[in-house]
């Protein structure tokens, strides 16, 4: 389990937009799948999207794929999360995570499954 910070936590009205940061140390992080994580307050934490090592290939998860984009950059060991119309129910604490693998639906199960450390996470909340 790799190092992460996560930044760009921010309080924004429904329809907002909000850019996620996630920072890794790992050293095979341009090696490996790259994903965002949620945990909305009473929830259990859920998968919102992954990115291949090179960027090729991204998963989305539920209404996500018409209203994230997902983006890293492996010069910098970054990772990105761009968020358009944010609705109330994208209130969470979002998360990032990497790992071996393919960027599945499976994957993002995978990580939710067997990642017993997070980040501190960045807080997002939508609300008028």
């Known amino acids: 389990q790799v190092p992460v910070v996560e930044s760009g936590e921010g309080s924004v009205q429904p329809g907002g937009s909000v850019r996620l940061s996630c920072k890794f140390s790992?050293?095979?992080?341009?090696?490996?799948?790259l994903g965002w994580f949620r945990q909305a307050p009473g929830k259990e934490r859920e998968g919102v999207s992954c990115?291949?090592?090179?960027?090729?290939?991204?998963t989305y998860l539920g209404d996500t794929r018409f209203r994230f984009t997902i983006s890293r950059d492996n010069a910098k060991n970054m990772l990105y999360l761009q968020m358009n119309s944010l609705k109330p129910e994208d209130t969470a604490t979002y998360y990032c995570?990497?790992?071996?693998?393919?960027?599945?639906?499976?994957?993002?199960?995978?990580?939710?499954?067997?990642?017993?450390?997070w980040g501190q996470g960045t807080q997002v909340t939508v609300s008028s």
């Open positions: 995570a990497e790992d071996v693998g393919a960027c599945t639906e499976s994957w993002l199960t995978f990580i939710l499954s067997s990642r017993s450390h």
């Open positions: 790992g050293l095979n992080f341009k090696n490996n799948v």
């Open positions: 990115i291949s090592y090179n960027g090729g290939r991204t």
